[in-house]
């Protein structure tokens, strides 16, 4: 329909598109590039007010000029509508801690197969990742850390975008190593950090107990660098004392919740100013776990994380830092002891899983998977379905939930 003052209000359907006196194109989803002006249709949008509407959008190449109504006389040129039929528009998913995935690992893959992974990964809904490495020698780490760097200055278009670096490790507590080899491990010192090319390092995770008089945790914090406990024993004045602003995927790797002394784990879920990974493998938080974290934890202090494994995507056995991982039939990953290694799935695939399991909704999901990763990480303006901004977006089967079609950059 068209307004009196002449502003088109989107139609309900694209077969009712008015005949305007504008060029216009109806294209396929799979056909659709933002270039010129687009209109998406007929679609659920998650807007800036982290609520799923009805609603229509318009770009002019990678821009939102308009959300659900235009006015025709400013077009100059041609519209292509794309008619997504009832479809929900998000924007990206970000994953601020995941090690790779179908064989690529960021702690050891090569240029060519870490730009082959991140754009198989943005056709999947993930617009963003912290790149996590692993503990190893110094010489190893600022080998790979000078090689992500690298791809980070020189993205390929269209691709997953590494915005940073995750180093877990080699700060961690050897009581709470999980599966990563003791012998690899740093004690937590500025020190050491200083050893290492931190240029594009966003997230540190670190035991803060062993950190003497939290040196080096209030050295990264005052650094524009997030220090996150984890694979800790830490108590939590520990977490008090040192400025620690988030805990590492929590629960996993840490000294557990306790009624008497409370720990790490303790000040990750009830602390109010505390940011908390959690993992979205029901192997490693059951579904009554998530549900409790989701309750107690401000709705903009959670962040999902996958934790992917190199090997996340492919259901077989592998070797992660020299440790061989075996993969059984319900895609859980241990180590020959028996320890969890990680997640076998990415943030894209458990959206359903989550939402059938747990008291979580995709309005839910999309916020901790998406927006407050974005604000933790100081790029929540990119991250907006909102008029004037240029999001990165993914648009989503809301039967399946699963992603149709991903634009970035």
């Not at 998406?40 to 007010?49: M, Q």
């Not at 939290?214 to 997030?226: M, T």
């Not at 241990?334 to 008291?359: C, P, Q, W, Y």
Request: a positive charge; proline letters at 5%; hydrophobic letters at 40%.
């Amino acid at each position: 329909m068209i307004n009196s003052n002449n502003n088109i209000s989107f139609c309900a359907n694209i077969r009712n598109i008015p005949k305007l006196n504008i060029p216009k194109r109806v294209l396929k989803l799979n056909d659709a590039k933002l270039n010129g002006y687009t209109a998406f249709i007929n679609g659920k949008i998650y807007d800036s007010s982290n609520k799923i509407k009805f609603g229509d959008i318009l770009l002019k190449n990678n821009q939102i000029i308009a959300i659900n109504e235009f006015d025709e006389n400013s077009i100059n040129g041609i519209i292509k509508y794309v008619d997504i039929k009832d479809k929900i528009l998000t924007p990206t998913l970000i994953d601020e801690h995941i090690h790779g995935g179908y064989g690529v690992n960021f702690h050891s893959s090569d240029e060519k197969s870490i730009r082959k992974f991140l754009k198989q990964l943005a056709k999947e809904g993930t617009g963003a990742i912290l790149a996590t490495t692993l503990p190893g020698t110094l010489e190893h780490l600022n080998k790979q850390l000078k090689l992500l760097n690298y791809i980070i200055k020189n993205p390929d278009k269209g691709a997953t975008k590494i915005l940073g670096i995750h180093l877990e490790g080699p700060f961690l507590n050897p009581k709470k190593a999980g599966i990563h080899p003791p012998e690899a491990l740093l004690k937590p010192s500025i020190e050491n950090f200083e050893k290492l090319d931190s240029e594009n390092v966003k997230i540190v995770t670190l035991a803060p107990e062993l950190d003497q008089n939290y040196e080096l945790s209030k050295y990264l914090k005052n650094r524009g660098i997030i220090p996150s406990a984890g694979h800790s024993t830490a108590d939590a004045s520990d977490i008090k004392e040192s400025g620690i602003t988030q805990v590492t995927h929590l629960f996993n790797a840490m000294a557990p919740f306790h009624h008497r002394l409370p720990t790490v784990a303790n000040e990750g879920l009830l602390n109010p100013k505390i940011t908390a990974e959690m993992n979205t493998d029901t192997s490693l938080l059951v579904p009554d776990t998530m549900n409790l974290i989701m309750r107690e934890k401000p709705k903009d202090k959670l962040i999902l994380i996958s934790d992917a494994l190199p090997q996340a995507g492919i259901k077989k056995d592998f070797l992660l830092n020299g440790i061989r991982i075996h993969v059984n039939p319900d895609w859980i990953a241990t180590s020959d002891r028996g320890i969890l290694a990680g997640s076998m799935k990415f943030l894209h695939e458990v959206a359903a899983k989550l939402i059938k399991e747990t008291n979580m909704t995709f309005e839910k999901f999309i916020r901790y998977a998406s927006v407050n990763p974005a604000k933790n990480l100081g790029v929540e303006n990119d991250y907006k379905i909102a008029k004037g901004s240029k999001p990165d977006f993914a648009i989503w089967d809301k039967n399946s939930l699963k992603v149709e079609k991903t634009f970035i950059n």
